[in-house]
Protein backbone atom coordinates (compact mmCIF):
# COMPACT_ATOMS: atom_id res chain seq x y z
CA UNK A 1 0.00 0.00 0.00
CA UNK A 2 2.83 2.67 0.75
CA UNK A 3 4.60 1.53 -2.61
CA UNK A 4 1.39 2.13 -4.28
CA UNK A 5 0.77 5.45 -2.27
CA UNK A 6 4.00 6.65 -3.38
CA UNK A 7 3.82 5.50 -6.78
CA UNK A 8 0.60 7.54 -7.10
CA UNK A 9 1.68 10.62 -5.43
CA UNK A 10 4.65 10.62 -7.80
CA UNK A 11 2.39 10.52 -10.76
CA UNK A 12 0.26 12.99 -9.82
CA UNK A 13 3.46 15.26 -9.50
CA UNK A 14 5.02 13.89 -12.93
CA UNK A 15 1.80 15.46 -14.28
CA UNK A 16 1.62 18.44 -12.54
CA UNK A 17 5.03 19.34 -13.43
CA UNK A 18 4.19 18.09 -17.12
CA UNK A 19 1.07 20.73 -17.42
CA UNK A 20 3.10 23.47 -16.05
CA UNK A 21 5.92 22.66 -18.33
CA UNK A 22 3.59 23.04 -21.00
CA UNK A 23 1.88 25.81 -19.92
CA UNK A 24 5.08 27.74 -19.58
CA UNK A 25 6.10 26.55 -23.47
CA UNK A 26 2.95 27.87 -24.89
CA UNK A 27 3.68 31.32 -23.27
CA UNK A 28 7.00 31.43 -24.21
CA UNK A 29 6.13 30.53 -28.02
CA UNK A 30 3.36 33.28 -27.48
CA UNK A 31 5.76 35.58 -26.34
CA UNK A 32 8.44 34.96 -29.16
CA UNK A 33 5.60 35.67 -31.87
CA UNK A 34 4.32 38.28 -30.61
CA UNK A 35 8.12 39.93 -30.75
CA UNK A 36 7.83 39.21 -34.56
CA UNK A 37 4.05 40.32 -35.42
CA UNK A 38 3.45 42.62 -37.76
CA UNK A 39 0.11 44.91 -37.83
CA UNK A 40 0.05 47.40 -40.97
CA UNK A 41 -1.99 50.26 -40.32
CA UNK A 42 -2.89 54.07 -42.43
CA UNK A 43 0.23 55.86 -41.79
CA UNK A 44 0.62 59.22 -40.22
CA UNK A 45 -0.80 62.89 -41.74
CA UNK A 46 2.07 64.00 -40.94
CA UNK A 47 4.55 61.32 -42.38
CA UNK A 48 6.79 62.24 -45.26
CA UNK A 49 4.75 61.15 -48.76
CA UNK A 50 5.89 57.96 -50.38
CA UNK A 51 7.08 58.23 -54.34
CA UNK A 52 6.75 54.59 -55.68
CA UNK A 53 8.34 53.57 -59.28
CA UNK A 54 6.28 50.59 -61.07
CA UNK A 55 7.83 48.11 -63.28
CA UNK A 56 7.22 50.17 -66.49
CA UNK A 57 8.33 53.74 -65.75
CA UNK A 58 5.60 54.82 -64.26
CA UNK A 59 5.72 57.10 -60.86
CA UNK A 60 3.29 58.15 -58.40
CA UNK A 61 3.59 59.95 -54.93
CA UNK A 62 1.17 59.27 -52.58
CA UNK A 63 0.96 61.36 -49.02
CA UNK A 64 0.72 60.39 -45.63
CA UNK A 65 -2.55 58.18 -44.56
CA UNK A 66 -2.75 58.13 -48.01
CA UNK A 67 -4.02 55.99 -50.77
CA UNK A 68 -4.67 56.08 -54.21
CA UNK A 69 -6.10 54.52 -57.44
CA UNK A 70 -5.41 56.39 -60.69
CA UNK A 71 -6.42 55.78 -64.18
CA UNK A 72 -3.20 56.32 -66.74
CA UNK A 73 -2.95 55.21 -70.08
CA UNK A 74 -5.97 53.06 -69.61
CA UNK A 75 -3.39 51.40 -67.00
CA UNK A 76 -4.76 51.58 -62.88
CA UNK A 77 -2.26 51.97 -60.95
CA UNK A 78 -3.20 52.05 -56.75
CA UNK A 79 -0.83 52.59 -53.82
CA UNK A 80 -1.04 52.98 -50.32
CA UNK A 81 0.83 54.40 -47.29
CA UNK A 82 1.65 52.12 -44.40
CA UNK A 83 3.22 52.19 -41.39
CA UNK A 84 4.10 49.02 -39.22
CA UNK A 85 2.45 49.44 -35.65
CA UNK A 86 3.69 45.71 -34.50
CA UNK A 87 6.92 44.86 -33.15
CA UNK A 88 7.75 42.60 -36.40
CA UNK A 89 8.75 43.14 -40.05
CA UNK A 90 5.64 43.06 -42.46
CA UNK A 91 6.21 41.14 -45.82
CA UNK A 92 3.17 41.43 -47.72
CA UNK A 93 2.61 38.87 -49.50
CA UNK A 94 -0.89 39.62 -51.87
CA UNK A 95 -3.53 41.69 -52.38
CA UNK A 96 -7.21 42.20 -53.74
CA UNK A 97 -9.55 44.88 -54.58
CA UNK A 98 -13.37 45.41 -54.78
CA UNK A 99 -15.04 48.20 -56.81
CA UNK A 100 -17.29 49.66 -53.74
CA UNK A 101 -17.93 49.67 -50.58
CA UNK A 102 -21.45 47.85 -50.95
CA UNK A 103 -20.26 44.73 -52.80
CA UNK A 104 -17.92 43.59 -49.52
CA UNK A 105 -18.83 41.71 -46.87
CA UNK A 106 -17.65 41.37 -43.74
CA UNK A 107 -16.73 37.56 -44.44
CA UNK A 108 -13.21 37.29 -44.53
CA UNK A 109 -11.79 37.26 -48.16
CA UNK A 110 -11.02 33.94 -49.85
CA UNK A 111 -7.46 34.03 -50.01
CA UNK A 112 -7.40 32.06 -53.56
CA UNK A 113 -9.20 35.46 -54.51
CA UNK A 114 -5.04 37.32 -53.52
CA UNK A 115 -2.92 38.72 -56.40
CA UNK A 116 0.72 38.09 -55.37
CA UNK A 117 3.17 40.76 -55.23
CA UNK A 118 5.06 41.16 -58.05
CA UNK A 119 8.07 42.48 -55.67
CA UNK A 120 8.42 42.02 -51.84
CA UNK A 121 7.04 44.54 -50.06
CA UNK A 122 8.76 45.16 -46.61
CA UNK A 123 7.43 47.25 -43.85
CA UNK A 124 9.64 47.57 -40.74
CA UNK A 125 8.08 47.87 -37.26
CA UNK A 126 7.78 51.29 -36.34
CA UNK A 127 8.56 52.90 -39.69
CA UNK A 128 6.15 53.78 -42.87
CA UNK A 129 6.57 51.63 -45.89
CA UNK A 130 4.26 51.52 -48.94
CA UNK A 131 2.18 48.79 -51.13
CA UNK A 132 1.78 48.96 -54.86
CA UNK A 133 -0.39 47.13 -57.16
CA UNK A 134 -1.49 47.79 -60.96
CA UNK A 135 -3.73 46.24 -63.24
CA UNK A 136 -2.86 46.66 -67.07
CA UNK A 137 -5.34 44.20 -68.53
CA UNK A 138 -8.37 46.00 -70.01
CA UNK A 139 -9.81 42.20 -69.58
CA UNK A 140 -8.90 41.82 -66.39
CA UNK A 141 -11.93 40.62 -64.26
CA UNK A 142 -11.65 43.79 -61.98
CA UNK A 143 -10.51 46.08 -64.56
CA UNK A 144 -14.09 47.76 -64.95
CA UNK A 145 -15.09 48.29 -61.88
CA UNK A 146 -11.69 49.73 -60.74
CA UNK A 147 -12.05 51.83 -63.62
CA UNK A 148 -14.81 53.41 -63.25
CA UNK A 149 -14.17 54.16 -59.63
CA UNK A 150 -11.29 56.16 -60.44
CA UNK A 151 -12.76 57.84 -63.28
CA UNK A 152 -15.87 58.42 -60.53
CA UNK A 153 -13.69 58.98 -57.72
CA UNK A 154 -15.62 56.21 -55.95
CA UNK A 155 -14.74 53.96 -53.05
CA UNK A 156 -12.59 51.11 -53.25
CA UNK A 157 -11.21 48.70 -50.67
CA UNK A 158 -8.10 47.12 -50.73
CA UNK A 159 -7.48 43.79 -48.85
CA UNK A 160 -3.35 43.33 -47.94
CA UNK A 161 -2.32 39.87 -47.17
CA UNK A 162 0.61 39.87 -45.18
CA UNK A 163 2.82 37.81 -42.57
CA UNK A 164 6.00 38.01 -40.36
CA UNK A 165 9.63 37.94 -41.76
CA UNK A 166 9.55 34.19 -41.70
CA UNK A 167 6.06 33.58 -43.33
CA UNK A 168 4.10 33.06 -40.79
CA UNK A 169 1.24 34.93 -38.72
CA UNK A 170 -0.34 36.12 -41.99
CA UNK A 171 -2.88 38.20 -41.21
CA UNK A 172 -5.33 40.31 -43.81
CA UNK A 173 -6.26 43.98 -43.33
CA UNK A 174 -8.67 45.77 -45.47
CA UNK A 175 -8.60 49.37 -46.47
CA UNK A 176 -10.59 51.93 -47.81
CA UNK A 177 -9.32 54.50 -49.70
CA UNK A 178 -11.49 57.53 -52.86
CA UNK A 179 -10.47 56.62 -55.82
CA UNK A 180 -8.94 58.77 -58.79
CA UNK A 181 -6.99 62.35 -58.43
CA UNK A 182 -9.57 64.56 -57.56
CA UNK A 183 -10.02 66.73 -54.66
CA UNK A 184 -11.36 63.83 -52.47
CA UNK A 185 -8.66 61.38 -53.08
CA UNK A 186 -5.65 60.59 -51.02
CA UNK A 187 -7.06 59.04 -48.04
CA UNK A 188 -6.71 55.74 -46.69
CA UNK A 189 -8.22 54.15 -43.43
CA UNK A 190 -7.55 50.64 -42.25
CA UNK A 191 -11.56 49.01 -41.56
CA UNK A 192 -11.09 45.25 -40.66
CA UNK A 193 -8.98 42.27 -39.44
CA UNK A 194 -8.38 38.46 -40.13
CA UNK A 195 -5.80 36.74 -38.76
CA UNK A 196 -5.09 33.30 -41.00
CA UNK A 197 -2.54 31.49 -39.24
CA UNK A 198 -4.36 32.35 -35.66
CA UNK A 199 -7.64 33.13 -34.05
CA UNK A 200 -9.64 35.85 -34.97
CA UNK A 201 -9.09 38.69 -33.17
CA UNK A 202 -13.02 38.96 -32.50
Known sequence: MATAGGTLVLAVATFTSIRSANRSARVAERSLLAAQRPVLIPSREDDLPETIRFGDGVVVTVGGHGGRAELRDERLYMVMSLRNGGAGLAVIHG????????????????????????????????????????????????????????????????????????????????????????????????????????????
Do not use: C, K
Request: net charge negative; no cysteine; proline share 6%.
Open 95 to 202: WHVVAGSARVGMDRPDLDAFRPQQRDLYVPSGETGFWQGAIRDPEDPDYAGMRAAAEQGSRVMVDLLYGDYEGGQRAIARFGMTAGSGEDAGRADVLRYWNVDGSDPR
